[in-house]
């Protein structure tokens, strides 16, 4: 994992995409990772197409981005994600030996039989590694720096904690960031332009960061200027950026 470059998201489903559930994955994948120190570069949702899926595994996989996959990978028509990634890597799906004896175990606890679309559940691109399922213990898997989920919330986000836990460690907290805002209410983002390019050429390694709001019967326009970045180097910014600020006669507000 030494040329780890980004962490990535991909969501899939048409029922995401046709609107008939909403994604819930985004927002709590966001949390887990800023509980550790990390953030996703990107995400993309995708549906039941496994040309498409085929072909955006097949480029992250050549990449360095850890990819987090949700859905897509039981065994009904509709599901592909199994089949794309074994494609994308140029490998064959294989039933992995663990993923037999969690779902032979799940199945003895249920007393039902273990057939053939069962233990489907548990092929995977050969060289893959099992991610364990708390939910149902039908689980996921991992291939390279890959790491693929159901879509099911319940199951799928203790996954993701999981594969953070064991496999990036190392990643949680390196670089420690914070953020900075305030509210300038009636403010325009075209006033604000210059502040912000000259904040950005004078604190380098700092985001500078804006947020406008036409208001509401409730609240006044506004804009939420910020910075973002490395703790001492961000407030320093921030402090120079609100005395501008304050100078310009600007009427200003807490975030």
Do not use: C
Not at 10 to 35: L, P, S
Not at 188 to 204: C, N, P, S, T, V
Not at 207 to 218: H, I, N
């Amino acid at each position: 994992m030494d040329k780890l470059t980004g962490w990535g998201a991909i969501i899939v489903g048409d029922e995401i995409m046709r609107g008939k559930r909403q994604d819930k994955h985004f927002g709590r994948a966001v949390e887990i990772m800023a509980a550790r120190g990390l953030h996703l570069d990107w995400v993309q949702y995708l549906g039941d197409d496994r040309a498409r899926l085929t072909d955006t595994l097949r480029r992250t996989l050549a990449g360095n981005d850890v990819v987090f996959s949700f859905g897509g990978i039981g065994v009904t028509p509709d599901d592909h994600t199994r089949q794309a990634a074994a494609a994308a890597a140029g490998v064959l799906l294989e039933l992995h030996p663990e993923a037999e004896r969690e779902i032979r175990a799940r199945m003895a606890e249920l007393r039902q039989e273990v057939t053939p679309a069962r233990l489907e559940l548990g092929s995977f691109p050969a060289g893959s590694r099992i991610i364990p399922n708390p939910f149902n213990r039908i689980p996921g898997f991992s291939f390279a720096h890959h790491h693929f989920f159901p879509g099911f919330p319940q199951m799928a986000w203790p996954m993701l904690e999981w594969a953070l836990d064991t496999h990036y460690r190392e990643f949680f907290h390196r670089n420690a960031e914070a953020e900075f805002a305030l509210i300038i209410w009636e403010g325009l983002e075209g006033q604000l332009l210059d502040l912000m390019r000259r904040i950005e050429a004078e604190f380098a390694g700092v985001t500078v960061f804006s947020l406008p709001s036409f208001g509401s019967d409730t609240i006044r326009r506004h804009v939420e200027l910020g910075v973002r970045g490395a703790p001492a180097l961000a407030e320093a910014a921030f402090a120079a950026m609100r005395a501008e600020l304050e100078r310009r006669g600007l009427d200003l507000g807490a975030k």
